[in-house]
Each structure stands twice: as C-alpha cells, then as structure tokens.
C-alpha cells in the first residue's frame, strides 16, 4: 500500500469517526433541549420539514414540533421535574442519510416526593441528513417500547442480520 492509499484510507476512516460522533451529539443534544422546553434548541435539531411521528401523533414541520415544545403537557413535564434520557445509539451512516437506532427514558419527579420513576421507555429510529449545517433529524420515529411487531422491527432494522441482509441485496444483479 502506498503512502498516498493510506493516507486515503485514514483520512476516510477519520471522517467516518467525525460523523459517528457528530450524530452522537445530535442525538444526545436531544434530552436537554426538550427538557429546558427551549424552541430554538429543539428546532435546530431537525430541517425545516422535520417530522416527529410519535406514538400519541405525528408532528410534521417546525410550527408543530415547536407548538409541542410548549404545550401544557410538555410545559408540565418540565415543571414537576423530567429527564430525557437517551442510551447509546446505533448507528448507520451512507454518504448523506444516516439512520439510528435507540432507546430513551422520560424520567418523571413523582409529586410530593423527592423520587423519580421512569414515565415510560421508547424505542427511536431516527433518520439524519447531513445539511450545511451539520446533520440533522429529517425523521423521528418514537414507539413505547412494548413488545409490539413495530417496535422489535424498529429495534432489528440495525441488527447484524439485517444489515447483512441489506449487503446481500445490495450486491444482487436484477
């Protein structure tokens, strides 16, 4: 290998950690932004037509991410005293789109406690596209993590089968 195709190869393989850790920030840039009930925050994680497809409705373009964002259920989330937590995602970047797979936990003060419980936990499949100002959240898409068919597909979609799947078709001469 020469110089010049190693010097190829780290350079792609440095970028390749860039992205990964790039859309590491953006996804755990999620919970304080919601969790501060900050607009701006919020809506600079996704592009302008971002759409939120969670289990209690979809939420297409900022005007309705923001209008959740400052809600009275959302708002009231935030003062009796909640944490988004996200986990580790999983993630699959191709050129400009990038898909993740990741668990989060709405953690809830219990009223007149010092407690906390976890209000629910969801499974998120988030589709990303790289902008001029970074990546971005083009599609989220949020389920209780209940067992259900769409949930363990959600879960699956990253998994070694499934993307060896995807090779495998990708490879395939119609």
Known sequence: MTVEERLAALEKRLHDVEDQLAITD???????????????????LFTDDGVYDVDTGILSGAD???????GDMHQG????????VMSAPQIRVEGDEATVVSYSQLVLRN???????VLRTTVNYWQLV???????????????????????????????ASLAARESDSGRDD
């Open 26 to 44: 953006l996804i755990y840039r999620y919970g304080p932004a919601i969790d501060t009930g900050s607009v701006d925050d919020v809506l600079a």
């Open 64 to 70: 309705e991410i923001a209008a959740m964002v400052t």
């Open 77 to 84: 989330l935030i003062r009796r005293g909640c944490g988004h």
């Open 111 to 117: 009223a007149n406690s010092k407690d906390y419980s």
């Open 130 to 160: 790289r902008t001029d100002d970074g990546w971005r959240i083009a599609h989220r898409t949020a389920r209780k993590a209940d067992g259900t068919a769409e949930v363990r597909a959600l879960l699956g979609s990253h998994s070694a």
